[in-house]
């Protein structure tokens, strides 16, 4: 069985930061891709960023230059650093795993962005 569980969020301040961790344990095929997605309320779940076994990385145009992703092979483990987040950050944040078998989901970690 395999699990993804995330942890990190929580609130912060505009212009503050904060670091997602991703931890993925089990009976893991081999990895692809891995990344971040959120959703807010009334809104649908989107790419936040990517990383790939290469090492190649995709963000989406809102959070370049803000946010970093990084991943430990070793360890099954995926960052996300985020900094200079904006009110619009807000949302539930979602680890992904694309495997060779199957893709997982965590169950999420919210961020809110609020003075």
């Known amino acids: 069985q395999v699990q993804v569980v995330e942890s990190g969020g929580g609130l912060v301040q505009p212009g503050g930061s904060l670091r997602l961790s991703c931890a993925a344990s089990?009976?893991?095929?081999?990895?692809?891709?891995m990344g971040w997605y959120r959703q807010a309320p009334g809104k649908q779940r989107e790419l936040v960023a990517g990383?790939?076994?290469?090492?190649?990385?995709n963000y989406a145009d809102s959070v370049k230059g803000r946010f970093t992703i990084s991943r430990d092979n070793a360890k099954i483990t995926l960052y996300l650093q985020m900094n200079s987040l904006k009110p619009e950050d807000t949302a539930v944040y979602y680890c992904?795993?694309?495997?060779?078998?199957?893709?997982?989901w965590g169950q999420g970690t919210q961020v809110t962005v609020s003075s």
């Open positions: 089990g009976s893991i095929r081999r990895i692809y891709t």
């Open positions: 990383i790939t076994s290469g090492g190649q990385l």
């Open positions: 992904y795993l694309h495997t060779a078998t199957l893709d997982y």
